[in-house]
């Protein structure tokens, strides 16, 4: 209900109400008068009755002292012939007759006139049956007649002004009462929307401001949704797989990595417990530590399907979250290729400098007997041969160390046309003293080819295969060196020791090296030549294919692009 139809009502009521209570004033005024001339009437009879014209001095007396306490005034009148009045008899004692009488003149009926003594009067006159030169009036004042209309006019409209004072309040309080709630509840969104309430305790005022805060809502909540998948989209970008967890254990957050990590949808995961992940005991002791709040943050490598990652839980006291406001934010970071990277490096350097004090040893030791004078003649020819050798293994060593150290530092490559043919056919005859101290034959079949590359990278891919292919061949082996230019390989056979299944999977490691002492003489190697030419390989994303047959021969096969 609006205010101005509540006004109107009122209104409507107030008028109704005060036209019922004209209409009854009106019925009552007139009734009251009517009522008023029938006893006057019947007052003058009676006064006429008991008056006797003939006995006049007698039943004069008896009319005043019938009508004594009467409120009409009950007269005796005789009347000259001028046209002069007396008044011989009057029960009110009011003798005064200075006025015209015009009422004399207007027998049986009734006369309004302002009277000698300045009331309106209403009269009416009978003559005497017996003598009728007396008149015999009854009269009254005007005022008398409408004294109680007027006093009903005075009190009813005292009270009516209080009905209608009283029916407006509570028509005003049966509003307000009605929008209260209405209001109550448009203060509320108001607040929460940060607008400013009007206050205003109308209807029409609270529709308009449920409208503004409508409006003021819609537009929040479509910026709220915007931020949500503004957030959403950054979180989901991220490669980091990231979950928050709440004091309770329940999954709060979980972005898309998260998902293509633990196989879980978001909608799966979300509001379950943490322990459907099942990322292990040491995570779980972590998590518990951080949530009980014993510590704000915890970082350790846990291995999630094979890779190792860096698990970072953080501390968070956030209101968001489902129960409470503890509650951890967890990431994961994929770190594997980083943690074995820094395990080769650790490996490289360890196995390096074991490497490198094998022979130093021997060196100091030849050194210390020479020094000493321990040595005779051959003896110390053959210790200082011995030293020369082993101070070559060191450099030999260093100088693999140095190209794997430089094929790590991703340099940049300086790539050219380079000839597989050429290349080949440089290497074999740098290597011609080799092949002749083990006389071995090397035949090539080669369908040159080119390929884009650094030259010194393929020089020492090919070096490596060839120079083993010499080293671990027997005495008179043969070398096959084929080249197929359509599907790009260089293929490399020889006739040599072999190598065993088991060991095969290994021969790229650095410092790697089969242990040969039981079938062959000991064969010189840094262990290193193979692990230089798998890291060319990944350089330029060649393949290296590896067959072997013990005391048979390897064919090594490189795929290039
Ligand atoms: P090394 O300096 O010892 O030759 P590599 O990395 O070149 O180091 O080779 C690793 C190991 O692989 C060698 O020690 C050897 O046992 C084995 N190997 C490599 N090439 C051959 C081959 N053609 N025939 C047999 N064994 C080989």
């Known amino acids: 209900m609006t205010k101005k139809r509540i006004i109107i ?6 008028l109704i109400l005060i036209i019922s209570y004209i209409a009854i004033f009106i019925v009552l005024f007139f009734s009251s008068r009517d009522q008023m001339r029938i006893n006057l009437q019947a007052d003058c009879q009676v006064a006429e009755r008991i008056f006797d014209g003939s006995n006049p001095t007698v039943t004069g007396k008896e009319v005043t002292s019938a009508f004594k306490d009467n409120d009409y005034r009950i007269s005796i009148i005789t009347r000259e012939k001028d046209g002069e009045y007396t008044i011989i008899y009057d029960n009110h004692n009011m003798y005064q007759s200075n006025e015209d009488a015009d009422e004399l003149d207007n027998i049986d009926d009734y006369t309004t006139r302002k009277s000698s003594y ?23 004042r005007e005022s008398n007649v409408s004294e109680l209309s007027y006093d009903f006019l005075l009190y009813g409209s005292i009270a009516l002004i209080i009905i209608l004072f009283f029916y407006g309040l509570y028509k005003y309080k049966a509003y307000i009462n009605g929008i209260k709630p209405l209001k109550e509840e448009v203060q509320r969104l108001a607040y929460i929307s940060n607008i400013d309430d009007t206050g205003e305790e109308d209807l029409q005022a609270l529709t308009e401001s449920i409208d503004v805060i409508s409006n003021k809502l819609v537009d929040d909540i479509k910026a709220l949704t915007n931020e949500r998948e503004k957030t959403k989209n950054i979180l989901d970008s991220v490669s980091q797989a990231i979950i928050a967890i709440s004091n309770s254990g329940n999954i709060a957050l979980y972005n898309l990595s998260a998902s293509k990590l633990f196989n879980y949808e978001e909608k799966e995961a979300i509001n379950e417990n943490y322990h ?32 190792i990652y860096s698990c970072e839980i953080i501390h968070t006291d956030s209101s968001w979250l489902d129960s409470g406001k503890i509650g951890a934010v967890i990431l994961f970071s994929n770190v594997d290729e980083e943690r074995r990277i ?8 360890s196995n390096a400098s074991h490497e490198l004090k094998t022979p130093l040893t021997s060196i100091l030791g030849y050194l210390e007997l020479i020094d000493k004078g321990i040595l005779q003649n051959e003896d110390e020819k053959e210790a200082i041969s011995e030293s020369i050798k082993e101070a070559k293994k ?25 000839s597989l043919k050429e290349t080949i056919d440089e290497i074999v005859s740098s290597l011609r003293p080799l092949l002749l101290s083990k006389e071995i034959t090397i035949t090539t079949n080669e369908d040159d080819f ?6 010194k990278d393929i020089e020492r891919l090919l070096i490596n295969l060839i120079e083993n292919a010499i080293k671990y061949n027997k005495d008179k082996g043969k070398i096959t060196i084929t080249l197929n230019s359509s599907d790009k390989t260089f293929k ?8 065993a299944s088991e060991n095969i999977n290994r021969i790229f490691e650095r410092f790697y090296r089969v242990d040969n002492s039981k079938t062959d003489k000991n064969i010189e190697g840094t262990g290193l030549g193979l692990a230089i030419c798998k890291h060319i390989a990944q350089l330029y994303d060649y393949q290296i294919e590896v067959q072997s047959k013990l005391a048979i021969g390897t064919t090594f096969t490189v795929h290039f692009k």
């Open 276 to 307: 459907i992940l099942n990322i292990g005991d040491e995570f779980n002791k972590n998590l518990d530590l951080v949530l009980q709040g014993k510590i704000k943050t915890s970082t350790f490598d846990c291995v999630i399907r094979n890779i």
């Open 492 to 499: 490399i056979e020889d006739t040599g020791i072999g190598i």
């Open 450 to 455: 080119t390929i884009l590359a650094d030259k």
């Open 342 to 349: 820094n395990k080769i490096k650790n490996d490289f350097f």
């Open 394 to 418: 060191m450099k030999d060593l260093l100088k693999d160390m140095l190209i794997i150290n430089n094929l790590d530092s991703n340099k940049q490559l300086k790539k050219e046309e380079v």
């Open 9 to 14: 009502e009122t209104i409507t009521f107030s």
């Open 118 to 140: 300045g009331y309106s009067m209403v009269y009416y006159v009978m003559r005497d049956e017996q003598n009728p030169s007396y008149y015999i009036r009854a009269a009254i």
